[in-house]
């Protein structure tokens, strides 16, 4: 009951099955077995390569040819198994390899007791080949003999019975379309071809190389070097494989490269837009002040935003980077256009004052923190929505949302942070040993930076469950507000004020 019989020639005369197509054979043909030793001889006499003497030679051999055929060098892998006499699979695993692609379902089976795996294993393989075999006889309308393949073959095995089920269903109304979509021996040997790279995934190492092995091993070394480099602030793209990886603090901003003197009193705030073209700044001079970044990386004066009665303690970027939200001391929300400079609405309650804003990510409304301690929520044209009392928020600024909208993040005491489901009204809190100054979130939404009066800054993870991550020492603080922020290529670094003059990063390994 193997697979189908074909007019033409047989597969095996047919195909050249190389590992980067089905994880195939060494050189496609029995004929090749010759000029390489079996792995089996192998094992007796390891031969350790490399300084450390940690590298197989035998396993590194194997890796480098499933490569080369993985990248289409299928004559030069060949030549490596027989110069150096060690083959990528052994004769036993060809033979089995070769019978998935040709469809000789029982021998394949058969063949798993040759090769010497796990009894668990050779029902899980024996499993996924007989179904391969049980969808071939259906698009067949070999009905009865898929019937007999699925009840005195497969269930035998007595494993994954809910996939059982699935079969059986096919029995009942059979489908044509089995094999993406096509029809034909180009669809069968494409099925087939996927069979195998799941036989490889479920096999040994030992016995199938896993697939492009080499890269994989590549990759980790390259991204155990970017971890490691202290100053790395490079794309991983940018990073050669000729030598070790290593930034030089010049991939770090360390030099002043312009000073902005418009505002004539203490800047409170800073925040750049979401694609960096702007960059928004507020002070106690009660301005707002929208610089556009050019080419060079230089910013110049767009726009002097005047309309506020107090001190400018927060900015917030619309999603589209069109629109910029602005909240005064315990005063009034403006919300401005970009390209204009216009104030297009005040958001304001009567007897209270706003303390902080921020947009809900779909950009159509926006939620702030109120003086008496509670949360509103906007429409764009200054309709209150909704409010939340009690004790949501405090007089600290800052405010801010997770990406699916979901939660609210606001310091709701002293010393506690809330993450307000506002929709379902669930509340999970962040407890600090001591008081908090200001947070800040990740690009990503999925790390909270808080820095607290004792000059400690802690990261938290907030996406699923809340956990401390890590912490950092360094900034001076005694008098002021000093903020800290997420920075760098992937937010790998942390950056924060401090009252002695210096701008502190650090290296985050949190994320």
């Not at 195939?24 to 007796?44: D, H, Y």
């Not at 033979?95 to 294993?121: N, P």
């Not at 760098?488 to 985050?508: T, Y």
């Amino acid at each position: 009951m193997g697979g189908f019989e074909d007019d033409d020639e047989p597969l095996s005369k047919r195909v050249k099955v190389m590992s980067g197509e089905s994880g195939g054979f060494s050189n496609g043909l029995s004929g090749s077995f010759s000029m390489a030793r079996q792995l089996s001889s192998q094992g007796n006499n390891v031969e350790a390569i490399g300084s450390k003497g940690v590298v197989n030679k035998a396993e590194l051999v194997r890796i480098l040819a499933e490569a080369l055929y993985s990248l289409g060098y299928s004559e030069t892998g060949a030549r490596l198994e027989e110069e150096s006499g060690i083959p990528l699979h052994t004769p036993v695993v060809d033979m089995f390899m070769r019978q998935i692609l040709e469809g000789q379902w029982d021998k394949s089976v058969s063949m798993l007791h040759e090769i010497g795996l796990d009894e668990t294993i050779i029902k899980s393989a024996s499993f996924i080949i007989l179904e391969q075999k049980f969808f071939e006889l259906l698009e067949g309308e070999k009905i009865i003999d898929a019937w007999k393949t699925l009840r005195t073959e497969i269930v035998p095995l007595s494993v994954n019975d809910e996939r059982v089920r699935f079969l059986s269903s096919f029995i009942i109304s059979p489908s044509r379309n089995l094999f993406d979509g096509s029809s034909g021996k180009e669809s069968r040997l494409g099925s087939r071809k996927k069979l195998l790279e799941e036989l490889r995934k479920l096999l040994p190492p030992a016995v199938m190389i896993p697939e492009k092995r080499l890269v994989h091993l590549v990759e980790q070394a390259v991204l155990l070097q970017k971890d490691a480099c202290k100053f790395h602030n490079c794309e991983v793209g940018k990073m050669s494989l000729l030598t070790d990886h290593k930034c030089g603090c010049d991939h770090i901003p360390c030099q002043t490269l312009q000073i902005l003197k418009e505002h004539n009193d203490e800047v409170w705030f800073l925040q750049f837009s979401h694609n960096g073209k702007y960059l928004a700044s507020s002070s106690g001079d009660c301005l707002v002040i929208v610089w556009e970044v050019m080419a060079d990386g230089h910013v110049s004066l767009k726009h002097k935003l005047s309309g506020h009665q107090k001190p400018v303690s927060y900015i917030s970027w619309s999603p589209d980077n069109n629109q910029l939200l602005t909240c005064g001391v315990e005063e009034a929300i403006r919300r401005w256009d970009i390209a204009s400079g216009e104030c297009l609405h005040t958001y304001e309650k009567r007897g209270l004052g706003l303390v902080s804003c921020t947009w809900a990510p779909d950009g159509k409304s926006i939620f702030s923190g109120v003086s008496d301690k509670s949360i509103s929520m906007w429409d764009l044209e200054g309709k209150e929505l909704k409010c939340w009392r009690g004790q949501k928020t405090t007089m600290i600024a800052d405010i801010g949302i997770t990406t699916d909208g979901k939660e609210l993040i606001t310091v709701c005491k002293e010393t506690i942070i809330l993450l307000f489901g506002w929709e379902t009204k669930s509340e999970k809190i962040i407890v600090e040993d001591h008081p908090i100054i200001s947070f800040a979130l990740s690009e990503d939404k999925k790390f909270l930076l808080v820095s607290l009066l004792n000059e400690e800054l802690h990261v938290w993870n907030i996406d699923g469950c809340t956990k401390l991550v890590a912490k950092y020492k360094g900034h001076k603080r005694s008098r002021f507000v000093v903020r800290s922020c997420f920075g760098g290529l992937e937010q790998a670094f942390i950056a924060s004020g401090s009252e002695d003059s210096q701008v502190i990063l650090s290296f985050s390994n949190s994320q």
